[in-house]
């Protein structure tokens, strides 16, 4: 089965440090690939998507990921990180036969002032 | 800017009662979901629905659960008698189109006793 893996659950970090949570996925087709935030007490927001073209993808507020296709991998990053970054991530993928979304388990970030 | 509601925000039942979970989609969109995250897991994919029927479900999705769309702006998720392992968040979320970004409501947690 398709699934969607987020290996550090927890990460604590200091304003300004730079931030990478990594995602993987497994499926061999094309797909789609998102990063959700979820604010404390907040809905989960799209920060970024990659569908096609530059692997490189910029979202909002300075976040931007990397899409490897041959590592199945695309990792979040920020150069330095806020206080109000402080949410929970989760990566997402969508497969090409279908629109639903399969999300990994999240991270919880904390970034400490 | 448009986004999508969800009432209750909280709903407590006694198990074996019936639930409605209620959604108010962006309006012009066309493809409604949804998703449900029991504490501490992952956000899973219940059931999409599109042009007034299921599009795909979940093997979580079985005969206790229903979704409809009963007056073209409503969509709503029915739990038929409820089980303690329903205790979870509901999201909804809706696509104006089937590739688009998906946007979450905020949940409703429901919570079974």
């Known amino acids: 089965a398709q699934s969607v893996s987020q290996h550090n659950h927890h990460v604590i970090l200091s304003e300004a440090a730079s931030l990478e949570l990594g995602c993987n996925y497994s499926y061999g087709g094309t797909v789609n690939l998102f990063w959700y935030v979820q604010y404390p007490g907040q809905h989960l927001q799209l920060l970024l998507k990659?569908?096609?073209?530059?692997?490189l993808v910029k979202g909002i507020k300075g976040f931007e990921a990397e899409f490897i296709k041959s590592k199945f991998s695309f990792n979040l990053r920020k150069p330095s990180v806020q206080w109000s970054d402080t949410a929970e991530y989760f990566c997402?993928?969508?497969?090409?036969?279908?629109?639903?979304?399969?999300f990994g388990s999240g991270t919880r970030l904390l970034v400490r002032p | 800017e448009p986004e999508v509601t969800q009432t209750p925000s909280h709903q407590v039942t006694q198990m074996g009662q019936e639930v409605i979970l209620r959604c108010v989609p962006i309006?012009?969109?066309?493809?409604f979901y949804w998703y449900r995250q029991i504490l501490g897991q992952k956000v899973e994919f219940l059931v999409s629905f599109y042009n007034n029927e299921i599009s795909e479900k979940s093997e979580i999705f079985d005969d206790q659960f229903s979704v409809e769309r009963p007056d073209g702006s409503n969509f709503t998720l029915k739990i038929r008698s409820t089980k303690l392992e329903d205790s979870a968040m509901y999201f909804c979320a809706s696509i104006l189109e089937g590739l688009g970004e998906q946007y979450f409501g905020p949940g409703t947690r429901l919570t079974v006793t």
């Open positions: 990659y569908f096609s073209g530059d692997p």
């Open positions: 997402a993928v969508r497969e090409d036969s279908s629109y639903k979304l399969i």
């Open positions: 309006s012009n969109h066309l493809y």
